[in-house]
């Protein structure tokens, strides 16, 4: 289990959490760095100063290294992206959109930058603009996605950059983990099975639809849009995608789904709210401590992987 990925993050286990919206705050990675991975505190829309907040949070909670995922759709991201700095965090990753602007402050300054990718050109820019790795993250992930899977995406990601690739969408389990070496990963990043974490402060209603979720139950809003994000079924996406089929503009169906992830995590309306979660939720059976997480995944990947060479 070590790779280049656990050499340039100081980690014990290839495994990152991913930054998830409103999910991803710092108890619970706090809790992933502690269990040996790279937790992630998700700054998504939150204001700049409840980002900094959540920074000196999880120092308190952790000495291990820990990082900041950057919305890139979030009018704030100038501002966090300084609060990074100026906080001293060891390791950005950056979704939805593309970080070139803030690379080289990071850079200067020293941080760790992991930009997550959909596509091979994304990825190769990435390298030439000076990334450190790339999540490649396939369309099985929940939230904002591309269009490639993590079974297609990964190997041609490997293939075209000689930076580390970290491999995203449909992992839940040490069986995706040592499928994603053998695509040539030299790591994963988990979000799925960390909303229903202990530590995570999700809200049970959130948690027990993933764990009760079945193969077929996710499905993508807004790829009309221009931003498709994969949720569990509800009554919410269901609305969604009626209206979207009845060719709702993008004003309409914005106010449709305005606070819906918040509804979802703090208030646990399952019925309202937006509850973004990847495939990889009918792989979810129960809830767990992050560290009985990490050591459940990484022992069974870790069999796998000796098994393939006859150990
Ligand atoms: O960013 C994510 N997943 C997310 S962000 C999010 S918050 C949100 N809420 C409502 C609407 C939109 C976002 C929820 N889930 N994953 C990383 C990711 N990045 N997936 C895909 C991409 C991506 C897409 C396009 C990265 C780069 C990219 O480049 C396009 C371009 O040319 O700028």
């Not at 930076?163 to 040539?184: E, F, K, N």
């Not at 703090?266 to 939720?281: C, E, F, K, P, R």
């Amino acid at each position: 289990m070590n790779t280049r990925i656990t050499k340039l993050l100081g980690i014990k286990y290839p495994v990152i959490q991913g930054g998830m919206a409103w999910v991803a705050e710092y108890h619970l990675a706090a809790a992933v760095s502690n269990a040996g991975g790279l937790g992630l505190i998700g700054a998504a829309s939150a204001p700049p100063d409840v980002v900094r907040e959540q920074i000196r949070e999880a120092k308190k909670l952790t000495d291990r290294p820990f990082g900041v995922n950057v919305m890139l759709l979030n009018p704030n991201a100038p501002e966090v992206a300084q609060i990074v700095i100026e906080e001293g965090v060891k390791v950005v990753t950056t979704g939805a959109g593309s970080p070139a602007q803030f690379m080289e402050a990071w850079k200067a300054a020293g941080v760790i930058v992991i930009p997550v990718v959909a596509s091979v050109a994304m990825a190769k820019m990435m390298q030439r603009a000076g990334a450190d790795a790339v999540v490649a993250e396939g369309m099985e992930s929940g939230g904002h996605i591309g269009s490639q899977t993590t079974m297609t995406l990964t190997p041609q990601i490997v293939d075209a950059i000689e930076i580390p690739v970290i491999a995203a969408g449909g992992i839940a389990d040490g069986r995706g983990i040592a499928a994603a070496m053998m695509l040539g990963a030299e790591g994963v990043q988990m979000g799925t099975r960390f909303i229903v974490a202990k530590e995570s402060v999700v809200h049970q209603n959130y948690k027990e639809r993933v764990v009760k979720a079945k193969d077929i139950d996710t499905e993508i809003t807004g790829a009309s849009t221009g931003h498709p994000i994969r949720v569990l079924r509800n009554k919410m996406s269901r609305e969604y995608l009626k209206m979207e089929k009845e060719g709702a503009t993008f004003e309409e169906l914005e106010q449709l789904t305005l606070g819906s992830l918040r509804k979802a995590v703090i208030d646990g309306d399952v019925v309202n709210g937006s509850l973004m979660a990847g495939q990889s939720a009918g792989l979810v059976k129960k809830q767990q401590s992050c560290h009985e997480i990490m050591e459940e995944i990484v022992t069974e990947a870790e069999a796998l992987l000796n098994n393939r060479n006859g150990e």
